[in-house]
């Protein structure tokens, strides 16, 4: 007889004994056998990432416990019952499977909540102005909503079903509502607990089926104690699994006082679980107690004191109050730090005052800050400078209140930092831009904007202005709905720092905002702070030391958490720099024995710092600047020398931060040694590469077979976890060697046995597996000739085109250059727009050609959009050419392939596998004998300082180590062509130094050539031997860097630094005037009480000889104290050719025709009423 599971219970003659439940499709000579043979169906959940498909997946396990109905049962009597009943069995399930019904939604919500937490949106959405409780609030209502939504749908399964035919739908939607609002509550709890989202969820998952499972007693146990029953509905899962089993206990439901346990315990203590669990939520104290990396910890009773209730936002208004008893106007005496001009004197907006950090890790003590102590004054921008891991990033969190600081303190406006950080003129008076992106990925650029204007108090009314306004300022108005996901890195800092200014803050605290961005978007944001500096207070750290010098006011050097040196970048410059750089482009019968007797003739301490083929470097001491006349003379005068042109540059901070970080002595030592012998740079490249010539290398089948076990080895250790690195580095495989053949089998040997196993082991449990179909593509090397040619080219451009024929046609192998490209381009198809039946189709690059000599360094620059990417993807065999040739000495394209290296811009490493095992993959991919190996690992290693992270996972390791392995990976098997995409990316400036004398030294004088790109026009001076500037798709100009400057430079900036006791209005003027006498057209760019900035064109620079000298005689008459006369700079020539791509863009429409171009205000004259001058009208 086959009867329904749950009318078979209620059998009365049946209650006395066992009943054997037999599946009718068994064999009946089973039945004599005391045994249970239940089938059901079972499912498995795979974990979705949107709130939508773990809804589903709730459903669907739910409508599964229908099927546990048991429409194939047969009863049979058996004898007297035991302890345990275990005709209740399956009804156990059911309530247990109603649990597990639950786990993906609550793994679903941990993951969500903590991944906040990680990526440390909350806290920084807390500094911002947001409520612990409003947090908590939206992200409750949201699961409300959708536990409100699936508890109906399941009650209606469930009532008008066979699962629960008899009960009543008040009660089960009572069960599963309350059990899953509780579910919301005990997953907040958890997540201040843990700071991984993954663990945070397998913890929570693990309990809900642990505490589920619990019930169990109370269902198998005859006469379990109804006291236990009440503890055990203190845990929420526990309190479902007792009231899902006693409903499936009911025949008919009549009050909730039925059955061996009253319905209305579960029930009640669902209630009392989520108060309780809420009431913990709700008071702050688990986040507070549970701070992590980047929380600070309040004390328990913060909101007893005044300053949490406290109104203090009017005491920030007038600045000069708050210190007017504390200034006594006497100048600082400390050498290391400049004194600030009169007018700054009670401005003092942040002072920092012997701020100490320390952290404490395994079995060390790292002391982040040793004592800062230094002031940041209102109306000026503060750079903060250092290496990675100097401090800045501390200094900042602390100056966020996101930690405190170990001992010392920090004062906003004569308030601590702490108590503005515990009460709510944080939002109102600090907009904060930390180094991690402050963005939600499915939001739009617009949202974002809205959401954090909400978020600091922004009237409502006022938050479509705000929006509008930051939107125009940033130039995101054409990416405004655009979702964050879908913008590019530097997009996004663009975002975070439109974050930041919302609200018009007082204070901008900015942690790198300029980040990943190109010089075009670096240049608008410094416009924009350049815009808003007056009377507020601008804080940023930054590794871009051009950045520093053209935008701060006043520059801090950190360096292993000491203040080095505070001051503006003429004091440091002067007081920590090198001298000038004088700069010559030269010809081919240029002596350079002679040029250098000649320079030293005049500046007895000159030193020549670098030799180029094209260009010569020299560095000359502050000490002579009386003698520059003298020389510039001597040189304008000798044209047989061969010099075309030069011209002078003030040291950098790159050099005054090198100088403090103690790389000065390394430094000199590496310039003599280029002076004279290049010594240093050989040294270098016998460490970065074991040999001049090709070594020895394993070939044909014994290379195949090497490649092979390599890539077996590989993916069988990365089979499951790093699918995605091991794609990811599959160009640069290609390219560094690796055979198409080798990568496929290497990739069978390890997938086919494993496939094999998984599919021989579930086909024996009655399970198929399917596999996926492989996917393989081919990349065509047919390459079409392209009849076009350039039009109204630069000379230079149509000269590199002349040199590209011939070496085409050159028979000589010795003569012919590393790399070859001609007329290279490159047509995308786009959408079809409107009602068009053609295909749009975008020229990403128009007939480019150049060549890469040997020995040289060729950069490549443009703006975003000019196609550079494209022309490496092209060079890399990523992309295929629509026209053109990619040649490379003797060889064809394909084959020149076998013999590149390349360093990509994002890092190509697995992350679970070491710095030495990567070096080891690419030395056996690329061909290198085993015994070879290890001394090639060893001279890399000492070349680029990596020794003390050979034994570190590549997950563990800075991005700047990560470049530089990058690097490494490049140059082994001393390629012929080398690819260097943004090399330096990340890496502090001691860090880069050490990577551009690497790259310096591996292309000097070689049989190799590299093609480097990068948007840090510093390290396109000090790598690159020639700099070519692409502008929409075309090359157009190429050349060294001297000569780019004096082709298309705009002129000279001329910084006067003056004494204190000559800065009255009268004297001020007569200095004006006499400069204005000097150079006619100098336009005032800047003036404080104790600096000048001006700019001046290149037709009031007839000779530099002529300048110096007048300027001496200015400095003698005038007994200013110092000055800075430079060349303008080759980011001033970038930004021209940027300019000019915008202006085409434009014009065909697009770009937004509302976009205008924003110079620095250095660039134009400073307007006479501007409030920073101190003198208005000369």
């Known amino acids: ?286 986040c507070i107690l549970c701070a992590g990396e980047f929380g600070m910890r309040r004390s328990l009773v913060y909101f007893m004191k005044p300053s949490y209730w406290s109104k203090r936002s009017k005491r920030y208004v007038e600045v000069s109050s708050v210190y007017e008893t504390e200034v006594n106007g006497a100048p600082g005496v400390d050498e290391s730090v400049e004194p600030v001009s009169p007018e700054f004197r009670g401005k003092e907006a942040i002072r920092i005052n012997n701020i100490r950090k320390v952290y404490k890790e395994k079995d060390s003590i790292v002391e982040a800050l040793r004592g800062l102590t230094f002031d940041i004054y209102e109306g000026q921008i503060t750079a903060l400078l250092g290496h990675s891991g100097a401090g800045k990033s501390t200094l900042m969190n602390i100056l966020c209140g996101i930690c405190p600081p170990t001992d010392g303190h920090a004062s906003i406006y004569g308030s601590p930092v702490a108590e503005i950080a515990e009460g709510a003129e944080m939002r109102q008076l600090v907009g904060i831009c930390p180094q991690f992106n402050i963005i939600f990925d499915v939001l739009t650029v617009e949202e974002h904007l809205r959401i954090f204007a909400a978020i600091k108090g922004i009237l409502p009314s006022d938050i479509d202005n705000e929006v509008s306004k930051v939107l125009k300022d940033l130039d995101l108005e054409k990416i405004m709905d655009a979702q964050a996901k879908n913008l590019s890195g530097g997009q996004k800092r663009k975002l975070s720092v439109g974050i930041a200014i919302l609200g018009d803050p007082k204070i901008l605290l900015l942690d790198e905002p300029t980040a990943g961005m190109d010089p075009c978007s670096r240049h608008q944001v410094w416009s924009l702070l350049k815009s808003r500096r007056a009377g507020r207070v601008t804080v940023l750290s930054t590794h871009y030391m051009d950045e520093a010098d053209i935008l701060a006011d006043r520059k801090a050097v950190i360096s292993q958490g000491q203040l080095k040196c505070v001051g503006s970048s003429l004091y440091l410059k002067t007081k920590c720099g090198v001298g000038y750089h004088l700069r010559m482009s030269i010809g081919e019968r240029c002596e350079v024995d002679g040029v250098t007797s000649l320079v030293k003739h005049h500046v007895l301490k000159a030193q020549l710092s670098r030799q180029q083929e094209a260009e010569l470097t020299f560095t000359l001491p502050f000490e002579s600047m009386d003698t520059f006349s003298g020389l510039f003379s001597e040189l304008d005068c000798r044209p047989d020398l061969g010099i075309i042109n030069y011209g002078v540059s003030m040291t950098t901070l790159e050099d005054v931060f090198l100088r403090l970080e103690a790389e000065a002595e390394v430094d000199q030592e590496q310039v003599e040694d280029e002076g004279d012998a290049s010594s240093l740079d050989d040294t270098d490249q016998r460490l970065l590469t074991f040999s001049d010539s090709k070594p020895e290398a394993v070939q044909g089948h014994a290379l195949w077979r090497q490649q092979f076990s390599t890539v077996a080895w590989l993916h069988m250790l990365n089979m499951q976890r790093e699918r995605k690195a091991f794609i990811k580095c599959r160009s640069t495989l290609r390219i560094s060697g690796l055979v198409p053949s080798a990568y496929w089998c290497g990739q069978a040997a390890v997938d086919i046995p494993f496939y094999y196993l998984i599919l021989t082991t579930m086909t024996s449990i009655l399970f198929s597996f399917h596999t996926a179909n492989l996917i393989s593509s081919k990349t065509k090397d047919k390459v079409e000739r392209n009849p076009e040619e350039g039009i109204n080219e630069d000379e230079d451009v149509q000269m590199e085109k002349a040199r590209v024929k011939e070496a085409l046609t050159c028979q000589c192998c010795e003569e012919k250059p590393v790399v070859v490209v001609s007329n290279l381009r490159k047509q995308y198809k786009c959408p079809r727009e409107g009602i068009s039946l053609k295909k749009r189709r975008t020229v990403a690059t128009k007939n480019v050609s150049f060549c890469v000599r040997k020995g040289e360094v060729l950069g490549l620059l ?139 030294a591996a292309f000097k004088n070689r049989q190799r050539g590299a093609i480097l790109t990068t948007h840090y026009m510093e390290e396109a001076e000090a790598v690159c031997d020639r700099v070519a500037i692409m502008v929409s798709g075309q090359l157009r100009c190429i050349g060294s860097i001297q000569h780019l400057k004096g082709k298309y430079g705009r002129g000279y900036s001329l910084e006067v630094k003056l004494r204190e006791e000559l800065t009255g209005l009268q004297q001020v003027a007569l200095l004006h005037k006499e400069i204005r006498r000097i150079f006619p057209h100098a336009a005032r760019q800047e003036s404080f009480a104790t600096l000048m900035v001006y700019k001046i064109p290149m037709e009031d620079v007839k000779s530099l000889a002529k300048s110096f000298s007048q300027l001496e005689s200015a400095k003698q008459a005038f007994n200013f104290e110092e000055y800075n006369f430079s060349q303008s700079t080759l980011e001033q020539v970038f930004m021209e050719f940027a300019k000019e791509q915008e202006n085409e863009e434009e014009e065909v429409g697009s770009l937004s025709t509302t976009f205008q171009w924003q110079r620095l205000r250095q660039d134009g004259p400073v307007p006479v009423n501007h409030t920073d001058s101190i003198v208005h009208q000369l």
């Not at 025949?251 to 009392?272: K, S």
């Open 862 to 1000: 443009g703006p975003n959009g000019a196609g550079k990417s494209t022309i490496m993807h092209m060079l890399s065999g990523d992309t295929v050419p629509t026209a053109g040739q990619i040649l490379s000495g003797s060889m064809g394209r394909v084959a020149a392939q076998l013999f590149s290296g390349y360093c990509p811009q994002v890092s190509p490493l697995w992350p679970r596998i070491t710095l030495e095992e990567h070096l080891e993959i690419y030395a056996a991919i690329k061909g290198l004998r085993g015994q070879d190996v290890p001394g090639i690992i060893t001279r890399v290693v000492n070349a680029l300082e990596l020794k003390g992270h050979l034994h570190k996972q590549a997950k563990n390791l800075s991005a700047g180590i990560k470049r530089k392995l990058c690097f490494a990976l490049s140059m082994l098997g001393n390629p012929q062509i080398v690819l260097l995409d943004e090399p330096s990316t990340g890496m502090d400036p001691k860090s880069k130094q050490r990577m551009w004398r690497a790259i310096r």
């Open 1 to 286: 007889m086959v009867m329904l599971f749950n009318q078979l219970l209620d059998m009365p003659h049946l209650s006395g004994g066992w009943i054997m439940l037999a599946n009718e499709k068994c064999s009946p000579t089973g039945i004599n056998k005391h045994f249970v043979c239940v089938e059901f169906l079972g499912s498995f959940i795979s974990a979705h990432e949107t709130w939508d498909q773990h809804f589903t997946c709730c459903i669907y396990i739910f409508v599964q416990c229908i099927l546990i109905e048991m429409d194939h049962l047969r009863v049979v009597m058996m004898g007297q019952p035991g302890s345990v009943e275990v005709q209740k069995f399956p009804h156990a399930l059911i309530s247990i499977y109603l649990v597990l019904a639950f786990t993906p939604f609550i793994t679903f919500l941990i993951v969500n909540v903590a991944a906040e937490k990680e990526h440390r949106l909350k806290d920084t959405m807390t500094m911002m102005g947001l409520y612990d409780s409003a947090f908590w609030l939206s992200w409750g209502l949201l699961y409300a909503a959708l536990v409100t939504t699936m508890s109906i749908l399941m009650s209606i399964i469930a009532t008008y079903t066979a699962l629960f035919p008899n009960s009543d739908f008040i009660v089960i939607f009572l069960l599963i509502f309350l059990y899953g609002i509780s579910s919301i509550f005990f997953s907040f709890m958890l997540t201040p607990l843990f700071k991984k989202p993954k663990f945070a969820s397998t913890v929570g998952s693990m309990l809900t089926v642990v505490f589920g499972c619990l019930s169990l007693f109370t269902v198998l146990m005859k006469d379990f104690p109804q006291p236990l029953v009440w503890v055990l509905c203190l845990l929420s899962p526990s309190a479902f699994s007792i009231g899902i089993a006693q409903v499936t206990n009911l025949a008919v439901f009549t009050t909730l006082a039925n059955g061996p346990h009253p319905l209305y315990a579960p029930l009640l203590m669902l209630v009392l679980d989520s108060t309780c669990l809420f009431i913990s939520n709700d008071l702050p104290y688990s």
